[in-house]
């Protein structure tokens, strides 16, 4: 009987009667890049929610923190679930101290203390129409963006110009991070380098839909294929070596250039990242073998 790996959702992104996120396709290419090629090892992939009973997990061997992309809002009891999936003996993918890490965004600052470059942010516990003229003074900018320390997805972010401020009551209601508005973003496009077990998969360029900066599909964003020089894969690959963690299962390092010429880390997305199936065909087969060494790894110990 093939073992069972099960892949984290959420009822919005989960195939079923009801309505769907617009951007659950991404769920679905997943799974079909990863589906088949886990039957080719010997394993069942199983799509469920990460809301369902313990009991619904009798006979998972391990989890994917696949699609849970509504976890931003209930990160405790989301972890809370993590940590006792791993008590009932599941392997969960990437674990729970990686997610306590990785879920608020303060980690770049140990990132650049590890000599990383970052994106030049502020870190507040809430921001208003003042917090915000003063982030544009302080950063030489007539345009920020303001994003929440626990967030995704590009839900919940703004994005000011000293034309367009938010109105005198507005504030952000969340501890939060101002960073200036880089222009390369809508210009150039967001890169992405994926990898598994630590090891470089492939690179996307993410690019914005008209109008929009964010470059998430919810907004009209697309991605193309990528190749990366050189220079820019050891700047990444300087990221994951930089991570307080060894080995994580997958980790999704996002950057952005800066008016320098240099990438910046936009985030290193280790929690339930989309890992673009569609630009890294080779994806499927690469996390199957990265699962199946893990589960041989944990029976033999």
Same mark, same amino acid.
């Given at each position: 009987?093939?073992?069972?790996?099960?892949?984290?959702?959420?009822?919005?992104?989960?195939?079923?009667?009801?309505?769907?996120?617009?951007?659950?396709?991404?769920?679905?290419?997943?799974?079909?890049?990863?589906?088949?090629?886990?039957?080719?090892?010997?394993?069942?992939?199983?799509?469920?929610?990460?809301?369902?009973?313990?009991?619904?997990?009798?006979?998972?061997?391990?989890?994917?923190?696949?699609?849970?992309?509504?976890?931003?809002?209930?990160?405790?009891?989301?972890?809370?679930?993590?940590?006792?999936?791993?008590?009932?003996?599941?392997?969960?993918?990437?674990?729970?101290?990686?997610?306590?890490?990785?879920?608020?965004? &303060?980690?770049?600052?140990?990132?650049?203390?590890?000599?990383?470059?970052?994106?030049?942010?502020?870190?507040?516990?809430?921001?208003?129409?003042?917090?915000?003229?003063?982030?544009?003074?302080?950063?030489?900018?007539?345009?920020?963006?303001?994003?929440?320390?626990?967030?995704?997805?590009?839900?919940?972010?703004?994005?000011?110009?000293?034309?367009?401020?938010?109105?005198?009551?507005?504030?952000?209601?969340?501890?939060?991070?101002?960073?200036?508005?880089?222009?390369?973003?809508?210009?150039?496009?967001?890169?992405?380098?994926?990898?598994?077990?630590?090891?470089?998969?492939?690179?996307?360029?993410? &690019?914005?839909?008209?109008?929009?900066? &964010? !470059?998430?599909?919810?907004?009209?964003?697309?991605?193309?294929?990528?190749?990366?020089?050189?220079?820019?894969?050891?700047?990444?690959?300087?990221?994951?070596?930089?991570?307080?963690?060894? &080995?994580?299962?997958?980790?999704? !390092?996002?950057?952005?250039?800066?008016?320098?010429?240099?990438?910046?880390?936009?985030?290193?997305?280790?929690?339930?990242?989309?890992?673009?199936?569609?630009?890294?065909?080779?994806?499927?087969?690469?996390?199957?073998?990265? !699962?199946?060494?893990?589960?041989?790894?944990?029976?033999?110990?």
């Amino acid at each position: 009987m093939p073992r069972r790996i099960g892949f984290l959702a959420c009822a919005d992104t989960l195939p079923g009667d009801g309505p769907r996120r617009g951007d659950a396709f991404e769920h679905d290419l997943e799974i079909a890049a990863l589906r088949p090629a886990c039957e080719a090892v010997g394993l069942e992939l199983v799509e469920i929610d990460w809301r369902a009973s313990i009991s619904d997990f009798d006979g998972i061997a391990l989890v994917l923190l696949g699609t849970a992309w509504d976890y931003q809002d209930h990160t405790e009891k989301f972890i809370a679930k993590l940590d006792a999936l791993s008590d009932h003996g599941i392997q969960v993918c990437n674990p729970p101290e990686i997610v306590r890490w990785n879920a608020d965004k &303060r980690y770049l600052e140990q990132l650049a203390a590890s000599g990383a470059t970052t994106v030049p942010t502020l870190w507040l516990d809430d921001v208003d129409k003042a917090g915000v003229l003063s982030a544009m003074d302080k950063f030489g900018t007539d345009r920020v963006v303001v994003k929440r320390q626990v967030g995704a997805g590009g839900l919940g972010q703004h994005s000011f110009t000293r034309c367009s401020l938010p109105e005198e009551n507005w504030s952000m209601g969340h501890a939060c991070m101002v960073q200036p508005f880089l222009p390369s973003v809508v210009e150039e496009g967001e890169y992405t380098f994926v990898f598994v077990d630590g090891a470089f998969s492939h690179g996307v360029l993410k &690019r914005a839909g008209e109008g929009e900066y &964010r !470059i998430q599909s919810l907004y009209g964003g697309y991605e193309c294929d990528y190749v990366p020089a050189p220079r820019d894969l050891a700047t990444a690959e300087a990221v994951v070596a930089a991570l307080p963690f060894e &080995r994580p299962l997958y980790s999704r !390092i996002d950057m952005v250039r800066l008016p320098s010429g240099q990438l910046a880390v936009m985030e290193a997305e280790m929690i339930e990242p989309y890992l673009y199936p569609e630009q890294g065909p080779q994806l499927g087969d690469r996390m199957a073998g990265a !699962i199946l060494e893990r589960l041989e790894g944990a029976s033999n110990g």
